[in-house]
C-alpha cells in the first residue's frame, strides 16, 4: 500500500523549497527544507552527496527529541543516535538524515514532560503514555516518506533498531534495502527505558 502526502492546508504534495550547505561538528551537509505550495514544512533533511536516483543510500529517520538533542538529556538515547549518524554519515559519499518534528514518539512536549514525571513515579515510557491516554507510538511515516521521494532516492539503508520505521516507509512506498543498528551504551538513568523498547516496543536492541 503506498500512502500519497499531501497538505491538509494546501492539498499539494511536498516539493523542495530551499538548499544550502550547513558545515557541523562532524562534517559537512546540505540541509534541505520543503514546502507545499505556500506551506513551509518544519521537518528538514541533511544530505551528504547526490542522492537522486541512488540506490541503498544510507539514511537515519531521526524523531525530534528537544530533551536529548539539545538540552543532553540522559533519560534517552536520542542525541547519542542522532550524533553517532551524523559522525558516520559525514564519512560517506551519500547519506541522508530526516529530522522530524514528532516530539515524544508523536505526543508532543508538554507531554512528554508529563510522562517523564509519571516514570519517576514508577511507570515505564510505554505505561506512562498509555496513562496519559495515547499509545505507546503515535508517529507516523508518511511525510518522511514524501521528503525522501522529493530528494529523488531510489532506495535506503536504514539506521535504525525499531522495525516499525522499515514498516512504515515501506508502507508508504519507500523501498528499503536493509536496516543498521545504532545502538548506543545504556546509563544509569536511560537503562530501564531502553529495555522497555526493546521488551516493550519492538526495538532490536541487544545487551550486554
Avoid at 527529541?65 to 542525541?79: E, I, K, N, P, Q
Avoid at 508502507?171 to 528499503?176: D, Q
Wanted: hydrophobic share 40%; aromatic share 8%.
Amino acid at each position: 500500500m503506498t500512502i500519497e502526502w499531501r497538505s491538509e492546508k494546501t492539498g499539494l504534495p511536498l516539493e523542495v523549497f530551499a538548499r544550502a550547505a550547513l558545515p557541523t561538528q562532524f562534517g559537512e551537509f546540505t540541509i534541505v527544507a520543503f514546502s507545499a505550495g505556500a506551506e513551509r514544512i518544519e521537518d528538514v533533511a541533511l544530505v551528504r552527496g547526490d542522492v537522486a536516483g541512488m540506490e541503498n543510500v544510507p539514511t537515519r529517520l531521526h524523531s525530534e527529541c528537544l530533551t536529548g538533542d539539545v538540552f543532553h538529556s540522559l533519560r534517552c538515547d536520542c542525541r547519542q543516535q542522532l550524533e553517532r549518524a551524523q559522525r558516520h554519515f559525514s564519512e560517506l559519499p551519500r547519506a541522508i538524515i530526516l529530522y522530524m518534528r514528532q516530539e515524544g514518539r508523536g505526543i508532543g512536549l508538554a507531554n512528554k514532560v508529563a510522562a517523564y514525571k509519571l516514570q519517576e513515579e514508577g511507570y515505564d515510557t510505554v505505561e506512562a503514555n498509555e496513562h496519559l491516554g495515547f499509545d505507546d507510538d503515535l508517529r507516523s511515516y508518511d511525510l518522511a516518506a514524501a521528503m525522501l521521494k522529493a530528494l529523488g532516492v531510489a532506495s535506503i539503508d536504514l539506521y535504525t533498531n525499531n522495525p516499525r520505521k522499515v514498516e512504515g516507509l515501506e508502507k508508504c512506498g519507500i523501498r528499503v534495502t536493509g536496516r543498521e543498528p545504532i545502538v548506543i551504551e545504556p546509563n544509569a538513568f536511560n537503562e530501564r527505558y531502553l529495555h522497555t523498547k526493546a521488551d516493550k516496543s519492538g526495538h532490536l536492541i541487544t545487551f550486554d
